[in-house]
């Protein structure tokens, strides 16, 4: 595949829709709680029948401006809500309530690190809207095909953040969506669950040569739930645009979809424009008017955001950068190392165990943070057995896999598989003294002077202890041993 990045570049704005967390609905009072029956969530507001007239939540205002704040954005003072008039099945008012040229936040960034060097993304607006319904697709006893339409999800609060076309590379495109989650998730607006679709993105890209001012015509993509989606997709729709301009084409301004399984983007239908819409101020919601003391109670509510905890985290544990970033990536992943150290006050051991073990199992199994069984407590204990000499690392790491999958206690775990370690050094000896006249050939080679050697006959006496041994007695042993063999 030729590399065209000297010739040309690309040109992305992400436009993201997160799902507030409030407990009931944009402008009625049924739940939002996912995996209910189908359609056991909905009252006429939400079904849109005749003569029925939306109440706005406030929560939903609060929430959306807690995470405009957090972005960095300006609050406007008056905004207003409008009508999106398009007909789709689940759409049962032909109409969506959301924000267009009133929005309540705009002129807002953040910043993503860039190879090793801060990079600002400006987010060019942040409104409100209420989702749709769902089309369940299914075949039925008789072979045919057709589709139902739960509104469970009909009017559910969502929050839309678009970026400035500032982002370059799919790469750069995950950075963003990566700190623009972990923002949400810190602020506790919205669960950012994406495989439960309550964090969605599309994506606008375009490509343009190297020094040209004016943009390309844009593609958009639809409907992602997934980061290497997204970085996926980036990669082959650039690819794409960059080869048909290669061979004297035009790229056709469309919505494009994903496929997964076959790695490409296809077309789905022609860019739908704003005029596409109808827009117009919605008549049965009086416009929102918000005062300046009513901003600054919420920005008073905002925590700890992810860049001012990873500066906490290199200056009270002198963490390097590297792991702090990692460390602060989720609110999570965060907390789970602050309640570690609590009880464990060795921010390195415990970063190191975070990083390798804890997110190598995480990415093993696909989870989340919060769905791991194992505990700040259990990590702690864990590390304290180590410490105490009752085993060793290597086992250590076993029983932390354990943990992961069962939710048992370190100490049960070592008890139940008797894997106490082995530091009685007259066992050792025992043990060594097997090893070294099993393997005559290596120990002559050591005592040649191939250091190497050692390594192999620590190896056999692991071995012959499954691994409880305590390594460090094995290698002064061993040494010793070896020497009086001269």
């Not at 704003?274 to 919420?298: G, H, K, N, T």
């Amino acid at each position: 595949m030729p590399d065209w990045s000297e010739r040309y570049e690309a040109i992305i704005g992400l436009e993201v829709h997160a799902e507030l967390k409030t407990e009931s609905k944009a402008f009625c009072g049924c739940s939002t709680a996912f995996g209910a029956e189908p359609n056991t969530h909905v009252c006429p507001v939400c079904l849109g029948l005749p003569g029925v007239l939306p109440v706005l939540n406030r929560k939903v205002i609060e929430y959306t401006m807690k995470a405009a704040l957090a972005l960095n954005c300006e609050i406007a003072s008056f905004s207003k809500f409008d009508r999106k008039n398009y007909y789709y099945p689940d759409l049962p008012k032909n109409y969506q309530i959301s924000q267009y040229d009133l929005p309540l936040a705009s002129h807002g960034y953040l910043t993503i690190q860039v190879d090793g060097q801060p990079r600002r993304i400006g987010i060019r607006r942040v409104h409100m809207e209420e989702d749709a319904g769902k089309l369940v697709h299914v075949t039925g006893p008789d072979g045919r095909e057709y589709s139902l339409v739960d509104y469970n999800r009909t009017g559910v609060p969502l929050m839309e953040i678009v970026s400035e076309s500032d982002i370059r590379t799919p790469e750069e495109a995950r950075a963003y969506l990566e700190k623009l989650k972990a923002i949400l998730e810190y602020t506790e607006v919205s669960d950012c669950k994406m495989e439960e679709g309550s964090l969605r993105c599309d994506v606008n890209v375009s490509v343009r040569r190297r020094g040209q001012k004016e943009f390309g015509t844009k593609t958009e993509l639809k409907n992602m739930n997934s980061f290497r989606a997204v970085q996926r997709a980036l990669q082959y729709e650039i690819q794409r645009q960059i080869e048909v301009l290669e061979e004297g084409g035009e790229i056709v301004q469309e919505t494009r979809m994903w496929d997964e399984a076959k790695g490409v983007t296809a077309s789905m239908r022609g860019k739908e424009e704003a005029q596409d819409y109808r827009y117009f101020p919605e008549p049965d919601l009086v416009p929102l008017v918000i005062d300046r003391e009513w901003v600054e109670s919420v920005r008073r509510e905002l925590p700890e955001l992810p860049d001012a905890r990873r500066e906490r985290l290199i200056k009270e544990y002198g963490l390097p950068p590297y792991d702090a970033g990692v460390i602060t990536s989720s609110k999570a992943l965060a907390e789970f190392f602050d309640a570690t150290v609590a009880l464990y006050p060795n921010p390195k051991v415990v970063s190191n165990w975070i990083m390798g073990e804890f997110l190598r199992l995480l990415n093993a199994h696909g989870l989340e943070v919060r769905q791991a069984q194992v505990t700040p407590q259990g990590l702690a204990e864990l590390l304290r057995l180590q410490d105490q000499g009752t085993i060793s690392g290597k086992i250590a790491k076993a029983v932390f896999e354990e943990m992961f999958t069962t939710g048992k206690a370190p100490g049960q775990i070592v008890k139940e598989k008797g894997l106490v370690q082995i530091s009685d050094p007259q066992v050792i000896e025992g043990i060594v003294k097997e090893v070294v006249a099993n393997n005559p050939a290596v120990v002559e080679d050591y005592l040649s002077g191939k250091e190497k050697a050692l390594a192999f006959l620590v190896g056999q006496v692991m071995k012959q202890t499954k691994g409880k041994a305590n390594p460090g007695l094995v290698n002064q042993i061993l040494r010793e041993t070896l020497a009086r063999s001269k």
